[in-house]
């Protein structure tokens, strides 16, 4: 079946550690994003592509990085600068931009 | 910029009423509206959109949504729950004439469905 992998599905992030969270899609599409989720505050865009070797910010970019080396994968970097990493990620995809988007099902990172 | 608003955080339904979860939004053109739904530690699922035509549009599971330009709201219904309708709902709009990440989805704070038996 196609879909959207996210791994790992929970994770644990030391003080000034970089963590990478791994998105892997087979719908063949074309774009790609990443979400924060907070309790109480829905679904806010970190970065997104909509092509392979191209990313743009989203509204929360700040101590997050990506790469878009293959279409399939959109892999996130939460660095040392994010100083509230806490939180539920979630990567969709679409066909293109502003087409319906399919959710993995998540990364728990929390800081020990 | 583009906006949506869900004004409840919370709705409760009695098993085999109808529900309504409530969706305003902002936006500068026409807009494109969703709805999607989160079951616990899962991504969203897609429900159903609006992007022109019909205002009533039927969705997945039953679902339906009424697209209300003077009102600028696109509430979510259906007209008899199921317990295992609860779940978290997120209505999200996209302005297509934006430029830039505006042109990306926003999503409102989402709303608690609990479907009592």
């Known amino acids: 079946d196609g879909g959207i992998t996210q791994s790992p599905k929970y994770l644990f992030r030391k003080e000034g550690q970089n963590v990478t969270l791994s998105c892997e899609q087979n719908?063949?599409?074309?774009?790609m994003y990443w979400y924060r989720q907070d309790p109480g505050q829905g679904l806010r865009l970190i970065y997104y592509?909509?092509?392979?070797?191209?990313?743009q910010k989203g509204d929360i970019a700040e101590g997050y990085s990506v790469s878009r080396e293959k279409k399939e994968s959109f892999p996130l970097t939460v660095t040392s600068a994010q100083k509230n990493p806490t939180a539920f990620y979630l990567c969709?995809?679409?066909?293109?931009?502003?087409?319906?988007?399919?959710f993995g099902d998540g990364t728990r990172l929390s800081i020990l | 910029a583009q906006s949506v608003a869900q004004p409840e955080d919370q709705v409760n339904v009695a098993e085999g009423n109808p529900l309504t979860v409530k969706c305003t939004y902002s936006v500068s053109g026409n807009p494109y509206l969703f709805w999607y739904v989160q079951y616990p530690n899962r991504g969203l699922q897609f429900l159903l959109k609006y992007i022109t035509g019909d205002n009533l549009v039927k969705g997945s599971y039953g679902f339906e949504a009424e697209f209300n330009k003077s009102q600028t709201s696109f509430h979510l219904k259906k007209p008899s729950a199921l317990v295992s309708d609860s779940a978290l709902y997120f209505c999200?709009?996209?302005?297509?004439?934006?430029?830039?990440?505006?042109?990306?989805?926003?999503f409102g704070s989402g709303t608690q469905l609990t479907v009592l038996p």
């Open positions: 592509s909509q092509i392979v070797n191209d990313f």
């Open positions: 969709a995809s679409s066909m293109q931009v502003g087409q319906p988007q399919h």
């Open positions: 719908l063949n599409h074309d774009a």
């Open positions: 999200a709009v996209r302005d297509p004439i934006s430029s830039g990440s505006a042109r990306q989805l926003t």
